[in-house]
């Protein structure tokens, strides 16, 4: 990529991104959705998977969605619909992280950003993580700041 090209495409996506923002929200789908699969989509009789997730965008449930692609909030409802035997349990969720001192959790555990996909730390055993100690404030801030939204 030229760096040419590089400093167009910097300068112009913020006024992209506000334009597709501010379309009604079908517009928008069927313009982000040529733009990233290089076809419109075939919002009346879906075909493919991607069609199918626009479709839902515009046509789904979405009071459903929140509770429904939070990692802690779905937890209950998982519990109530298949039973508690297919629930892991969470051992801490909250805003900020928890001091070192009052971690006893049992090994390994994972931690995981709730409002995001592929924030991932997993820690196997006690010298695992003293060594990440210093990626957990680093790493953990970034995660809670990260806005996870696209059309």
Same mark, same amino acid.
């Given at each position: 990529?030229?760096?040419?090209?590089?400093?167009?495409?910097?300068?112009?996506f913020?006024?992209?991104?506000?334009?597709?923002?501010?379309?009604?929200?079908?517009?928008?789908?069927?313009?982000?959705?040529?733009?990233?699969?290089?076809?419109?989509?075939?919002?009346?009789?879906?075909v493919?998977?991607?069609?199918?997730?626009?479709?839902?965008?515009?046509?789904?449930?979405?009071?459903? =969605?929140?509770? !429904?692609?939070? *990692?802690?909030?779905?937890?209950d409802? #998982?519990? %109530? @619909?298949?039973?508690? +035997?297919w629930?892991?349990?969470?051992?801490?969720?909250?805003?900020? =992280?928890?001091? !070192?001192?009052? *971690?006893?959790?049992?090994?390994?555990? #994972?931690? %995981? @950003?709730?409002?995001? +996909?592929?924030?991932?730390?997993?820690?196997?055993?006690?010298?695992?993580?003293?060594?990440?100690?210093?990626?957990?404030?680093?790493?953990?801030?970034?995660?809670?700041?990260?806005?996870?939204?696209?059309?």
């Amino acid at each position: 990529m030229t760096s040419l090209y590089k400093n167009f495409k910097q300068k112009i996506f913020p006024f992209y991104s506000y334009i597709i923002g501010i379309l009604p929200i079908k517009i928008a789908i069927t313009i982000e959705h040529r733009r990233r699969i290089g076809h419109y989509p075939n919002l009346k009789n879906p075909v493919t998977f991607n069609e199918k997730i626009q479709w839902r965008k515009i046509n789904g449930d979405h009071h459903s =969605y929140a509770k !429904l692609s939070d *990692k802690v909030l779905v937890k209950d409802h #998982i519990s %109530k @619909s298949l039973g508690k +035997s297919w629930v892991i349990p969470t051992l801490w969720h909250g805003n900020d =992280y928890p001091p !070192l001192d009052h *971690k006893k959790w049992p090994y390994p555990y #994972i931690i %995981k @950003s709730n409002n995001g +996909s592929g924030s991932v730390l997993i820690i196997n055993n006690e010298a695992e993580e003293e060594e990440k100690k210093r990626y957990d404030s680093i790493s953990l801030s970034l995660w809670a700041e990260k806005a996870i939204c696209s059309i």
